[in-house]
């Protein structure tokens, strides 16, 4: 089973829509790093199982984020702040100012 690794960032944001289970099994293998054998012993159920539910989670996840975008917009904000910083750095105070404007307005129309 190919590992995404972005899901251990999707578990952060939308565990809480989860199952404890799907929660708990899905931690076991990316955040321990526990092999599919490992956790079906853990958890007194089959390997096969715990593929389907890693699986059903990853899928339910990336349709989380789909819908809500959480991870997208974290990693637009931390454009943002890089371009911001680099700008500040380099003494451009216009595209600083640029950068510190579209931010405002993407936080007041809740972008």
Known sequence: ???????????????????????????HYYDED???AEIAENEGVTRQAVRDV???????LAFFEEKLGLLARAQADEGAR??????ALKGESDLAARVVAYCRKEEEYGV
């Open 34 to 36: 526990l092999s599919l």
């Open 1 to 27: 089973m190919a590992r995404n690794w972005d899901v251990p960032r999707l578990l952060d944001a939308y565990g809480a829509l989860l199952t404890e289970k799907q929660r708990q099994i899905t931690a």
């Open 82 to 87: 890089a371009r911001l910083l680099e700008a």
């Open 54 to 60: 890693i699986r059903r989670t990853e899928e339910q």
